[in-house]
């Protein structure tokens, strides 16, 4: 609400007080000048006053029936009892006004006044606040007496001794005239004397019928003297009390409380209100007593005999002042031990307690400091008594306690305390000179404020660690990952000197899986703690290093430094890292594969939509395009900055691992490029093996011995939009380490065994021949292969001797444990094992001393040469024997003119596979190759074809010479097809030309 709506409400709110005033001194005018005329004095003085009283019983009665609660039965009474003045008031004009006679002595209209003050009183009694404990009770009435008997001393003592006198010959008489001065005293006693509760939340209103009905019986009390009641006519002034104490009476219950309500809180103005009730309700018994003495003394100075009736009375006023002395003085020491008793139990919680209680005046002098100062702040509290509190503050936290403090107090002085109390964190000076982290709750007490003061320092250091630990790896304490990224976009966001690079090195250890797993995770950690350490030393102090993770760590620089001093610092760190490492006894070698990315400058990452291509120092990283994309979106362009250096950096390091590990390598746009194209041949092998893109064909392998055909070789191709059949060599290298070939792997495994399943189910008079599925070594170890192995034998019903898994070379690293327990559990399976690719290095002989396999084959390779060159001869010779002398069947890939069938057979190799014998083949060709059973093997021309290398296949094509076409006989196949691929010529997508 603004302000004019306030000044608007308050005078809304002020305009029906005006009205009554107005309308009050309206009739007291009226009636001091005689209204003009008798008939008018006559008619406002009675019908006037009975409209009044109307108005007052509609009004009470009105709001009994729609308010709740315990003030029902009160307001309705209160309009009974105006009800009974308004009936009064019109018996009283009937006569005076319409039949133009005098009132009698016993009209209805004194029956009506009599009935007024009986439902005033028990409305008033319905308001009363009762006693809870007897003493309460006997108090409230010995304080009803008390006033009663003053009022009625007093009153016999002025008039009603007199009215007594005169009229004791006629008993009702005497009676309605001391009726009305009784009940009326009666009355007055009830709003003097009583407590009244305001529970309804409205106690103006109570108030304003209480001075309503007080009026009213001070005009009674006028009334009934002889004096006003001998020479009283019809609307004198008399009459105006009347109409006032009915306005307010009609105006009470819509009457509401302005002032706000106040908290109950010491500092708030609910204290000075109970204390003015009390003092009043403490002096009602002694202004009664007076009350009373003065009627007497009234008596005695006036000449006049003292009355027995005001002996009496007076007696029993002072007999019950003596009663309510005593109880009150009872009453009084059970509160005093109350009291203390209180006061000791909290003196007792406030010495005990662990928090620091402060008590400051407005000037922040301090005026008490509970006990546990000493305990808390080693500081003695007598000591700090006088001082002020700021001096105990932190100087940097000075000024914000003091905005804190203007701010309660300005709040406090306010109309409406929103906040009890604030919470306001500091630190303080102990006794020993530490500054303590305290954390205080301030209330407004009086003119000052009172502090419960406690210690949280070991919080906030708690809070501290937990947020270091939040950003900062928990082995090296390095930052982590999320710091990292947060100051590379800092350094992007914030300009520099002209010159300025930011860079940042991505790096991982090479050979820290083998460390690892040989000699520990314990060591690997004790590993790492020193390549932090290492790193640490061998960069600038204003470089940021960070732990992203198990071996990969990232090092920010920023700087005037050019591509090639960035590039000497990666070299340094390098050569650091990849020094000997001693852990206990044990001498240890890794080394480090770096990737360098850098960034634009901080003026391009700004918050305008400047260009992101100036990079210094270096090719830039994230082009103009990207930067205005985030721009637009309201992405932070630092921020977007700051990914994709991260991205490239990490690009950078992992073509490095690829380039031969242990070396730096700058990023370059070009990487960027070759990792679209794979991520976009990777789609599109995956989108083959999900649409059909892929066919298997087959080529047998034959014994050397007899040409029978032992086995079959599934290989797949790729089906072209021209129909050709493409190998998917160049897929599969590029797909290597991404779910696409493991996809196309599932895929081949599947419809290998699937279709030997069938051949064998069409063909039961041929002998059952194994199928050979060729398998990298991390598909093999992917997860859910050897299911889909099981799976696929058991749906096909395809005897599991009947399918061999060949492991292909891989050229990335893979784990030879996992590996060998994956070959193991396909033994168990009933599947046969074989190692393919012998000979070609890559490892191939020591996994072929550690791992369980059933068969060896010569890589291709070797096997080209092995007709000509006599080194390749040799080797041929020792990886057979080695594979005879550990038990295995020994093959060869790649046989493709006799001159090599010839070297086999003499270094006694049992089985072999390639154009020699026959093309890969489709299902029908291979159904009747298999029909024939054997192949006629081919045979060398004597010397000639030993020296004429042309007869072997073109290493372009992979096409056979016309002259050796007639070793393959019917098994040629169509033009369409291609060689390639595992078992056939070179990789490529090269279509076979006519044979």
């Not at 002996?311 to 029993?316: F, I, P």
């Not at 072997?952 to 369409?976: E, F, I, W, Y």
Request: hydrophobic content about 45%; proline content about 6%.
């Amino acid at each position: 609400m603004n302000s004019t709506d306030s000044v608007l409400s308050v005078r809304a709110s002020r305009l029906p007080g005006t009205v009554l005033v107005a309308l009050c001194l309206g009739y007291t005018a009226g009636a001091g000048v005689g209204w003009g005329t008798p008939e008018l004095a006559l008619f406002m003085g009675d019908f006037g006053l009975a409209g009044a009283a109307l108005a007052a019983a509609l009004s009470c009665l009105a709001h009994g029936c729609t308010v709740g609660g315990h003030t029902r039965p009160a307001w309705l009474l209160f309009g009974l009892s105006s009800a009974m003045v308004a009936l009064g008031n019109g018996a009283w004009g009937w006569y005076e006004v319409v039949l133009r006679a005098p009132v009698p002595k016993d009209s209805l209209a004194d029956y009506a006044f009599l009935l007024f003050a009986p439902l005033a009183i028990l409305g008033l009694l319905v308001l009363a606040q009762r006693p809870r404990t007897p003493a309460g009770w006997l108090c409230l009435l010995l304080d009803g007496w008390l006033v009663a008997g003053s009022l009625f001393t007093l009153s016999w003592s002025l008039a009603l001794g007199r009215v007594a006198a005169g009229e004791g010959n006629d008993p009702l008489k005497l009676a309605l005239g001391l009726g009305y001065p009784v009940l009326d005293i009666l009355l007055v006693s009830l709003v003097v004397g009583l407590r009244f509760r305001g529970r309804d939340g409205n106690r103006a209103a109570v108030h304003t019928a209480m001075v309503g009905l007080a009026v009213t019986v001070v005009c009674d009390a006028l009334f009934t003297s002889p004096v006003f009641r001998s020479s009283y006519h019809s609307g004198e002034l008399l009459d105006a009390g009347w109409f006032a104490g009915s306005v307010l009476l009609a105006w009470a219950p819509w009457s509401h409380e302005r002032r706000p309500t106040r908290e109950h809180h010491p500092s708030s103005g609910g204290l000075p209100r109970r204390r003015v009730a009390s003092t009043f309700s403490a002096l009602t018994p002694y202004v009664a007593a007076a009350v009373c003495t003065a009627g007497i003394l009234y008596n005695a100075l006036g000449g006049h005999a003292v009355d027995r009736v005001v002996l009496a009375a007076a007696c029993t006023v002072g007999l019950a002042l003596i009663v309510r002395q005593g109880v009150m003085l009872l009453d009084n020491l059970s509160l005093a031990q109350e009291l203390a008793h209180k006061e000791a139990h909290f003196r007792s919680l406030v010495q005990g307690s662990s928090d620091v209680i402060m008590i400051a005046g407005g000037a922040g002098v301090l005026s008490y400091v509970s006990p546990a100062a000493l305990r808390v702040y080693s500081r003695d509290p007598e000591e700090l008594v006088g001082g002020n509190l700021l001096n105990l503050v932190h100087p940097e936290d000075v000024d914000r306690v003091l905005s804190e403090v203007r701010r309660i107090l300005a709040r406090s002085r306010g109309r409406l305390a929103a906040e009890p109390s604030a919470r306001v964190e500091c630190r303080i000076r102990s006794g020993n000179g530490e500054w303590l982290h305290v954390e205080s709750t301030v209330n407004r007490y009086r003119d000052g404020l009172i502090l419960n003061s406690r210690d949280v320092s070991e919080r906030v250091r708690l809070q501290a660690q937990l947020q270091h630990n939040a950003f900062h790896d928990p082995l090296t304490d390095l930052p982590n990952r999320a710091l990292f990224a947060h100051r590379v976009r800092a350094a992007l966001g914030t300009a520099g000197p002209d010159g300025t690079t930011v860079a940042v090195l991505f790096l991982d250890l090479d050979g820290f899986k083998a460390v690892n797993d040989t000699a520990g995770h314990q060591v690997g950690d004790e590993l790492l703690i020193q390549a932090a350490r290492r790193l640490q030393g061998s960069v600038r102090a204003d470089d940021t290093v960070a732990r992203f993770g198990g071996d990969e760590f990232a090092v920010l620089v920023r700087g005037r430094l050019g591509r090639t001093q960035v590039q000497e610092l990666a070299e340094r760190v390098r050569s650091a890292l990849s020094e000997p490492y001693w852990i206990g006894d044990a001498e240890l070698g890794v080394a480090a594969s770096i990737g360098i990315a850098i960034g634009p400058s901080a003026a391009a990452t700004g918050p305008g939509p400047a260009a992101v291509g100036d990079c210094a120092g270096g090719d830039c990283t994230v082009g103009d395009s990207a930067a205005e994309r985030d721009h637009g979106a309201g992405r932070d362009p630092a921020g977007a900055a700051a990914d994709e250096l991260l991205r490239n950096a990490d690009l950078a390091m992992y073509r490095a691992k690829s380039e031969g590990k242990g070396r730096v390598v700058l990023y370059s746009p070009a990487m960027r490029a070759e990792l679209e194209r794979r991520s976009e041949l990777e789609e599109r092998l995956r989108v083959a093996v999900r649409e059909g893109g892929f066919t298997l064909l087959h080529q047998p392998v034959v014994e050397l011995a007899g040409g029978q055909v032992s086995g079959i070789e599934a290989q797949a191709r790729w089906r072209s939009a021209q129909g050709l059949l493409l190998t998917p060599a160049e897929f599969l290298r590029t797909a290597e380490q991404g779910d696409a070939a493991t996809r196309f792997a599932r895929w081949m495994l599947q419809e290998a065994v699937a279709a030997a399943a069938r051949r064998r189910t069409d063909g039961p008079g041929s002998p059952p021949v194994p199928v050979t599925v060729r398998l990298a070594a991390d598909r093999i170890c992917a997860p859910g292969m050897y299911e889909t192995v099981a799976a696929a034998l058991r749906d096909s019903g395809l005897p599991p001797e009947l399918l061999v898994i060949e492991v292909a070379r891989t050229a990335q690293d893979s784990s030879a444990d996992e590996l060998g327990r994956r070959l193991t559990a396909l033994r168990r399976l009933g599947v046969s094992t074989a190692l393919a690719g012998l000979g070609a290095g890559g490892g191939s002989l020591g996994a072929l001393a550690r791992l369980p396999f059933d068969a060896v084959k010569l890589d291709r390779g070797l096997v080209q040469d092995i007709g000509d060159s006599t080194l390749s001869r040799t080797l041929a010779g020792h990886a057979l024997r080695l594979g005879r002398d550990l038990g295995m069947i020994t093959a060869a890939d790649g046989v493709d003119h006799p001159r090599q069938v010839a070297v086999l057979q003499e270094l006694g190799c049992r089985r072999a596979q390639g154009l020699a014998f026959a093309q890969p083949m489709d299902e029908a060709r291979l159904r009747r190759a298999l029909a024939r059973r054997a192949y006629p093997l081919p045979r060398p021309v004597g010397a000639l074809a030993a020296r004429r290398p042309h007869l072997a296949p073109d290493p372009r094509t992979g096409a056979v010479p016309a002259r050796t076409a007639h070793l393959h006989g019917p098994l040629d196949l169509p033009q369409r097809h291609v060689v390639g691929g595992p078992g056939g010529g070179p990789h490529g997508e090269t279509p076979v030309p006519p044979a």
